[in-house]
């Protein structure tokens, strides 16, 4: 959803909230964390869209109530905090989540993804903690711009990072984005290729287990 299709907060709660709810949360598979469905935003956009910061907080409360209608506790929004803070949203009562999208350049080193990870958290937010396991620049450039793909031990290492902050930091929810699972357009990938074989699978698979 952009600035083309969405009519702001109106538009939300007439048209779009309905959709996402009826044809989205009743589905069996939809992500639902602490019993609210989780909604992810991208960019910043949805802020600006709903035409400011008290108008969007007011509108999360409205659907917070649309989802305890239909037997949830609430909604989760999560903003995309990719630059180390999560937005407009902080210190907006519990209504902050944040996640990021990729690490790229910090990809290579565990230690780096779990600096922005806590970088992230000490904005004020709740975060979902991610895990990247590099970026590939070409499918964006005409040019040979390289490739920063880590090693599967890397991704090992930083979930287990984040598992351990899991039991220590209240910030850290009990979720993992992982970017990304088959994006090869992007050159993000978790799934089998040339680069590692199955190498992090493998390692998701140790990591988790």
């Given at each position: 959803m952009g600035a083309d299709t969405i009519g702001g907060v109106e538009d939300m709660k007439k048209n779009i909230i309905p959709h996402i709810m009826e044809n989205f949360f009743t589905q069996p598979n939809y992500l639902?964390?602490?019993?609210?469905?989780?909604?992810?935003?991208?960019?910043g956009q949805f802020v600006t869209l709903m035409g400011g910061k008290e108008q969007t907080v007011a509108l999360i409360d409205y659907w917070n109530e649309e989802c305890k209608k239909m037997g949830f506790d609430g909604i989760i929004i999560a903003e995309n905090g990719q630059s180390g803070v999560s937005g407009d949203l902080?210190?907006?009562d519990n209504q902050a989540y944040a996640y990021s999208y990729?690490?790229?350049?910090?990809?290579?080193?565990s230690q780096k993804q779990m600096a922005r990870n806590d970088l992230m958290a000490a904005s004020g937010a709740n975060i979902i903690?991610?895990?990247?396991?590099?970026?590939?620049?070409?499918?964006?450039?005409?040019?040979d711009a390289g490739e920063i793909f880590s090693e599967p031990s890397t991704t090992y290492?930083?979930?287990?990072g984040i598992k351990e902050k899991m039991k220590t930091d209240p910030k850290y929810t009990k979720m993992i984005?992982?970017?990304?699972?088959?994006?090869?357009g992007e050159g993000h990938f978790f799934?089998?290729?040339?680069?590692?074989?199955?190498g992090y699978l493998n390692a998701v698979r140790a990591a988790v287990t």
């Amino acid at each position: 959803m952009g600035a083309d299709t969405i009519g702001g907060v109106e538009d939300m709660k007439k048209n779009i909230i309905p959709h996402i709810m009826e044809n989205f949360f009743t589905q069996p598979n939809y992500l639902v964390y602490e019993n609210k469905p989780v909604v992810f935003t991208y960019a910043g956009q949805f802020v600006t869209l709903m035409g400011g910061k008290e108008q969007t907080v007011a509108l999360i409360d409205y659907w917070n109530e649309e989802c305890k209608k239909m037997g949830f506790d609430g909604i989760i929004i999560a903003e995309n905090g990719q630059s180390g803070v999560s937005g407009d949203l902080v210190g907006s009562d519990n209504q902050a989540y944040a996640y990021s999208y990729s690490w790229q350049y910090d990809a290579r080193n565990s230690q780096k993804q779990m600096a922005r990870n806590d970088l992230m958290a000490a904005s004020g937010a709740n975060i979902i903690a991610n895990v990247t396991m590099g970026w590939g620049r070409n499918p964006w450039t005409e040019k040979d711009a390289g490739e920063i793909f880590s090693e599967p031990s890397t991704t090992y290492e930083t979930i287990l990072g984040i598992k351990e902050k899991m039991k220590t930091d209240p910030k850290y929810t009990k979720m993992i984005l992982m970017t990304c699972w088959d994006e090869y357009g992007e050159g993000h990938f978790f799934c089998p290729t040339r680069v590692h074989g199955f190498g992090y699978l493998n390692a998701v698979r140790a990591a988790v287990t």
